[in-house]
């Protein structure tokens, strides 16, 4: 096999791996260097095989692309120290992501002390300074099926006899093995950042954040860690926890009485969250909604309003993106920043609003780079509220002008609540990803490869302008449908297949194909026509006269 690696080329017989590789080409590697390796765009970790010729680069911790890579290793390091305190019986269920921690809980249900995670934590960092192997087993799918039902993880090997798969490349570090849905680092001594924390009912495995190498400030977040609870035990009532009984629901059919209750629980918490600002006194004058890429804003907006008329309420909506100042005036200046906006034209119009003076509204036409004005006026009802959606929304700079007592803020985002299996989650940010890749191709005229090249910098932009402040919300709404990610694969499949080994965004499509690998699909005509889920992968009907106009 030949590989190419920094000018130079190499021959090896099958099976070598980038750390046979790397031991020749560096000969030594500490944690400022390379854990994982591109494979002429295939991202590997260093205990997988070269399955064909190709050139490699090197992917040193802090690169976004070994951040995954961590998070997958750390819950590996924290479930063999569990196993080696307590006993091989013992084990975690890994819950979801809040900020840049995991919750986690112990399986048995027992609530652990502070004092007791010290312990555990002691034992995470002998491992790590052992240094410890993470090594790759080839098993064949039906003798890890059997293993799996002997350990009395029935439902792991439910989801494995689901798979169309022949054999899996399993992690084995000591005596624990598993199988996690990506690469890891070249072993344990790579994981040395973390911390565990209380939080009852659960812990937290805290990691850093994407490119850092330090832990920063541990953070609670109460409104989050609520709405991730309350839909854990939604989905733990009706049955669908984890992606083997989603799974199991679209291949027997109650799939669709799934659909109907996710959807009627989102419904009923919008309903909630109307009543609330009806009856808030004194009233709530100005809701602020704001919330990452593919959040759904757009329709979440809409829907709210219709839930408002319910209650007799005629609010004004705002768009942020109706106050970008002139492309002319812009040159050179990131439009993602608060600058871009103009915010003495948007404090004029709320102020005049809120005062009950008639308003020409502004609409910024992304062709020309400039606003146009409305023809007719809009006028504000006595103690009607304003809503204001946008990447900013939840900004103190731009609505210190409104007393705090008449505002309510909303932050919206995708909160996963399923799970692939006790020890790998879904990421949110991949929901979201998936939503805008299947909306962008569809309706907005961006290719998948624009897509998926500039997701990293969305990313950066959501740090900057979004995280930092949504501490500051009054409300979190989750805006994930249980059912939603087998309906994007079936329409993001093809779009991913379609990319080719010389595209810069081959590697990124890669791990998504095999992160999907394990859904089954879903079509899109059992998503209900006024579903916020309509936003990404279109409408067939009825819906479309409001929601999409």
Known sequence: MHITCEGRSFDFFDGATPQNLWNIVRGTRDNTEAVLADCDGDIIDFQTPFKKECTVKWIPLKAPEAYQAYRRTAIMLLICAVKEVYGENADVKVKHSLGKSIYCEFRDGHIPLQKELNRLAERMKMIVNEKRDITKL???????????????????????????????????????????????????????????????????????????????????????ARVFLESQRWSELIGCHNLAELNKSIDNGSIYDLVATAEALQEKKL???????????????????????????????????????????RPVMLSLDDYFRNRDEMIGENWENLEALDLSLFEETVSSLLEGKPVHLPH???????????????????????????????????????????????????????????????????????????????????????????????RQGEERNIFQFQDRANVVFNSALLYEIPVLKKLARPLLESIQPDSPAYGEAKRLLYFLQPFRELDASVVPDQSLLREFVGYKGLGRSFLNR
């Not at 600002?277 to 829907?303: D, E, N, W, Y």
């Not at 299947?438 to 990293?456: A, I, S, Y």
């Open 364 to 458: 910024f036409n992304f062709i020309t780079g400039k606003k146009e004005w409305e023809e007719g006026t809009v006028t504000l009802g006595e103690g009607q509220p304003i809503l204001v959606e946008g990447l900013h929304a939840l900004n103190p700079e731009l609505t210190y002008f409104v007393p705090g007592y008449q505002c309510l803020r909303v932050y919206l985002s995708a909160l996963t609540q399923l799970t692939i299996n006790d020890h790998n989650r879904i990421s949110t940010s991949d929901s979201r990803l998936l939503r805008r890749l299947v909306r962008d191709f569809q309706f907005r005229g961006n290719g998948l490869e624009h897509t998926l090249t500039v997701w990293d910098n969305v």
């Open 271 to 313: 309903a909630e969250l109307a009543d609330l600002i009806c009856g808030q006194k004194p009233s709530i004058r100005l809701v602020c909604i704001a919330g990452p890429s593919s959040s759904g804003k757009t329709t979440f907006m809409k829907k709210l309003i219709v839930q408002l008329w319910v209650n007799g309420v």
């Open 138 to 224: 080839m098993v064949g799918k039906n003798r890890a099926i059997a293993f799996l039902r002997m350990k009395g993880r029935i439902e792991d090997a439910e989801l494995l006899s689901q798979m169309d798969v022949l054999q899996l490349d399993v992690d084995q570090c000591g005596r624990f093995i598993d199988y996690f849905f990506g690469p890891m680092l070249p072993d344990m001594g790579f994981a040395q950042c973390f911390g565990l924390h209380s939080y009852a009912p659960g812990f937290l495995l805290q990691l850093p954040g994407p490119g850092e190498m330090t832990l920063s400030p541990q953070k609670d977040d109460p409104l989050f």
